[in-house]
């Protein structure tokens, strides 16, 4: 257990509409990542950080943007959600060379 | 072409049986080598890493061919709960300590 949470952990929204999802570690960790998962692609990068304000672009970082205030805080922001950014989204750690995850958030944009 | 490929599956197994996942990965410049499970609706969770020499942890056997830039996984005496998608992963190689995926192979360990 890496001691990471991520809230909400459901959502339904309306097109349109800006999101927050939060993703909140008690370890103190540099690295935080942001992924998205959906059938046939697997896990890809959106955004991370390397310390607090310190971020940078994913692979498919379009459409969102993140903040990082604190360590142990790491916000995604979608600013007008759109159908295509229904996904599940999982925040991770890094640990060394290896990522923990946490439990993720499922996103339905109507 | 996909950074990193895996057979989708389903591997469709009784229990007891041995299966074989395999991946290619692309990026010459990875150094680090993941296998990671996860379960339906939940999050990734690391399985092992793999070694150049190989490595084996329990029922479970991780091998890695630099060369051909293929990792594989081994399963001994397949368990029921062995049931799970199992994610191959390479690190990117370059700064951020970013992950590259494979989009899994889905294992069901039937009785």
């Known amino acids: 257990d890496a001691g990471i949470t991520q809230s909400p952990r459901h959502k339904v929204t309306e097109t349109g509409t800006p999101v927050t999802l939060r993703c909140h570690q008690t370890e103190n960790h540099r690295y935080m990542y942001w992924y998205r998962q959906d059938p046939g692609h697997g896990l890809r990068l959106i955004h991370y950080s390397y310390g607090v304000k310190d971020t940078d672009k994913g692979e498919v970082s379009d459409g969102y943007s993140v903040s990082r205030s604190k360590t142990e805080d790491f916000l995604l922001t979608l600013e007008s959600a759109t159908s295509s950014q229904t996904s599940v989204y999982f925040c991770?750690?890094?640990?060394?060379?290896?990522?923990?995850f946490g439990p993720g958030t499922r996103l339905l944009v109507l | 072409r996909k950074e990193v490929e895996q057979d989708p599956g389903p591997f469709n197994v009784p229990e007891g049986a041995t299966v074989a996942f395999n991946c290619t990965y692309s990026?010459?410049?990875?150094?680090?080598f993941f296998w990671y499970r996860q379960d339906c609706r939940k999050e990734p969770k690391l399985l092992m890493s793999?070694?150049?020499s190989g490595n084996e942890d329990g029922r479970f056997t991780a091998q890695l061919n630099r060369a051909s830039q293929y990792i594989s996984l081994l399963i001994r005496d397949s368990k029921l709960s062995d049931s799970a998608t199992y994610l191959c992963?390479?690190?990117?190689?370059?700064?951020?300590?970013?992950?590259?995926f494979g989009q899994g192979t889905e294992l069901s360990v039937k009785p």
């Open positions: 793999v070694y150049s």
């Open positions: 991770a750690i890094s640990k060394g060379e290896t990522q923990y």
């Open positions: 990026n010459s410049a990875s150094q680090s």
């Open positions: 992963v390479v690190n990117s190689g370059d700064q951020g300590g970013k992950l590259i």
